[in-house]
């Protein structure tokens, strides 16, 4: 799942402001201007100052909570979390500088403090972070650190990799099976002399007879390797290397990644294929000129259509504010083009799936009079159009839908971008079962052009004001050509048909 995607029904859990970020907020502003040497004297107006601080504290109160920014453990501090509240920062000190500027035209106020505002900001949120790390990072160290040392099993590591990093993290933390770090062995050369978290890269495990020569001199017993590369291939390979150095001196020796299942994983995920979904071949929509065209085209179209239906988007937005209550959008993820997953958002249409009380509601329980007008003139779908703008969806192509939704046979249809509307949504939409929409769609596939194009979209309005209807007309030809196109694919041969009448 995406980061910060939340379920509607727990998006109460989005709203939270820690009493050091609002401190923060308010002293960050106050520090620039004595930073910058502001007038600050009995001749000189001081409104212009304290309109400023109380807006940047408001703003960044309000984009701390927007971005999250509380949500993070400060044990667990992390770059994403940094990069949140730089984000955070920079909106908040960006809101604050355009408002003040259209009450004062900053007046008094120096044009350096809103950089030097961003820059205390973001210091004082990831520094009090920082110190609260640290000091929960050196209790645990301490506690972990509590072992006997005749009970202590030193252990080299194999590969200054990702996966060294957060094994090393977890001997240092918690000491498991009262391991401890001795040194690390990689054999990238130029690596050598640096270290992870203090331990040092004392060079490659063609030093490893050596090195524990050379520790064993100094009195630290070393019980084992730990090989911790991420490929398979090369992981074994460094096994084998080390093996009969570990079979004479009674050493452990093992692959971290073996140990934690990594590999399995992905024996399970080549077989699953991503969770059933293939990718598509080259052929429909990759050998047709007029999509690579589409993809061009229906992003601006779709940021067109964007601003002009903004007072539309602002209506449905307060409608389901006053109706259903925050958040107003509602996502899902579905399958896109390739067996990708996108996320596909709509305005919120129904209550949550649960009460307040924990009973599970039905769906007719959950739709509201609101929403059933918003899914019947189909503005539930607008906010797709920033799905187009992004390139997950096309205005016009098959719809994307749920896992469980996909029809057997369904690689020629997942070859193209989804779309808002489709030759299966003007032939049925709801009313057609899955197999018969994977033929409507892979028929669209094969014989998409700019007429057929204009016709949908043409149709998708009469069905906006007169509900789904089934063309059993077009659906036949579609099953057809499903039928004939699976024959001939048997036979290893190729058929043009001729599209049906509109």
Known sequence: MRKRLLPSSKSILSHRLAVADLLSAFLAPSLAFLLRDAPFS??????PYAVYICAATGFSA???????????????????DAIQIAKASACAVTASTILVFTLTRLESIPRSIPPIHFLMLTAALIGVRLLRRA???????AAALDVPHDKERGVIIIGAKRLAWFYIRVLDTFAADNRRVVAILDENKTLHGRSIFGHVIMGDTGEARALLDDLSQHGVDVHGFVICERERDKALELFDRLRTLCLERGLELEILAEQLGVYAREQEEIVAD??????????GGDGNWYFAVKCLVEPVLAAVLVLAFSPLFALAGLLVRIDLGAPILFWQRRIGRNGRPIYVYKFKSMRNAVDASGRRLQDAERLTPVGRFLRATRVDELP????????DMAL???RPLLLVDQPAEHSLRLSIAPGLTGWAQIHGGKLVNAEEKNALDEWYVRNASPKLDVAIVLRTLVIVLTGDRRNEAGLTAALAQALQDKSQELCDGNVVTEPSAF
């Open 42 to 47: 009995a001749e000189v107006h001081l409104e």
């Open 135 to 141: 000091v929960v990072h050196r209790q645990e160290v």
């Open 396 to 398: 016009i192509g098959p």
């Open 384 to 391: 797709q159009l920033f799905n187009v703008v992004m390139g």
């Open 274 to 283: 991503n969770h059933g979904i293939k990718e598509a071949p080259a052929s």
């Open 62 to 80: 309000l984009f701390c909570i927007q971005f999250r920014v509380a949500h993070g453990l400060p044990k667990f501090f992390s770059f994403h």
